[in-house]
Nanobody
Framework: QVQLVESGGGLVQAGGSLRLSCATSGRTVSSLFMGWFRQAPGKEREFVARINRSGSRTYSADSVKGRFTISRDNAKNTVYLQMNSLKPEETAVYYC???????????????WGQGTQVTVSS
């Protein structure tokens, strides 16, 4: 069974930065497509970014392009989300996700982490 454990969330002021980590166990992370989603209060869960197995290709939502960077260290079985220039409206629970299908739509995700809270104050 694959387990994903997020860390790095917290409280930050608008314009600040955070780096989220997702530690994977139960399966070699290099065999999985990985991504990040978020869910704000009262809203649907939304896609943030994804990365292919080798880390050579990434894709991000338009709303975070140029500010958020997804990366992975397969030797450490860990995926990261570097978030810069954070905005108050990006306050949400951020979830790590993994699966065998590269497009990583919500339906295609096989494994979810428990989430980590990110709060951006104005």
């Amino acid at each position: 069974q694959v387990q994903l454990v997020e860390s790095g969330g917290g409280l930050v002021q608008a314009g600040g930065s955070l780096r989220l980590s997702c530690a994977t166990s139960g399966r070699t992370v290099s065999s999985l497509f990985m991504g990040w989603f978020r869910q704000a209060p009262g809203k649907e869960r939304e896609f943030v970014a994804r990365i292919n197995r080798s880390g050579s290709r990434t894709y991000s939502a338009d709303s975070v392009k140029g500010r958020f960077t997804i990366s992975r260290d397969n030797a450490k079985n860990t995926v990261y989300l570097q978030m810069n220039s954070l905005k108050p409206e990006e306050t949400a629970v951020y979830y790590c996700a993994a699966g065998d299908i590269g497009t990583m739509t919500s339906r295609e995700i096989q494994y979810w982490g428990q989430g980590t809270q990110v709060t951006v104050s104005s």
